[in-house]
């Protein structure tokens, strides 16, 4: 008896609503994604400075959705305007932001990535993507380490996970940092 190979017609997602304050919320099957784009702070504050305001500026998003970073962000992407200047002050900040809401290495960090990018404003020093997911169970997440190649994060001073994996019944999404 072969299997139907007949091509199946899958469920569309849910259409995303915009929100006012830049967030995208996607729901669908109990769960909430918020994507969170184009963060940003213009202003004469260095990178440290900046990456401080604008990770306060994610929790805020995300409390307004239900959320919370510790609990269900999952992924961040970091624009440095000059990377070799801003990289040790956004690096020191997010280290300073996730500690202080437990989050560590003997916890979790957030799976992210810090290069080099611009947003055409030259006060922005630093710009910020992120996407959070609520509704999921206990061992739906895990944290993707490869120990035979990749020394942890936290040993050299930087707090961020190599990679996040979600498992769903029927697919896993694998979200990985710059590495």
């Known amino acids: 008896h072969r299997a139907d190979l007949r091509p199946q017609v899958l469920a569309q997602p849910a259409p995303a609503s915009r929100q ?3 967030t995208w919320v996607w729901e669908r ?3 909430r994604q918020v994507t969170v784009t184009h963060l940003s702070r213009p202003g004469s504050d260095g990178a440290y400075e900046q990456t401080q305001g604008l990770l306060a500026d994610l929790e805020a998003h995300l409390a307004r ?10 992924r961040t992407w970091i624009y440095l305007q000059a990377i070799d200047l801003d990289y040790a002050g956004m690096v020191q900040a997010r280290r300073e932001f996730l500690t202080a809401r437990g989050l560590t290495a003997a916890t979790h960090y957030i799976a992210s990535t810090g290069i080099a990018g611009g947003a055409g404003e030259p006060t922005v020093r630093v710009m910020m993507d992120a996407v959070a997911l609520a509704g999921l169970q206990v061992g739906q997440i895990q944290y993707l380490q490869a120990r035979d190649h990749l020394s942890p994060t936290h040993l050299y001073g930087v ?5 996040t994996a979600i498992t769903f019944g029927d ?7 710059g590495t």
Do not use: I, K, P, Y
Not at 159 to 163: A, I
């Open 159 to 163: 707090t961020f996970e190599r990679g």
């Open 20 to 22: 006012v304050d830049g």
């Open 171 to 177: 697919r896993r999404h694998v979200l990985l940092s």
């Open 29 to 31: 099957q109990g769960r």
């Open 65 to 74: 959705q239900g959320m919370t970073v510790n609990e269900h962000a999952l």
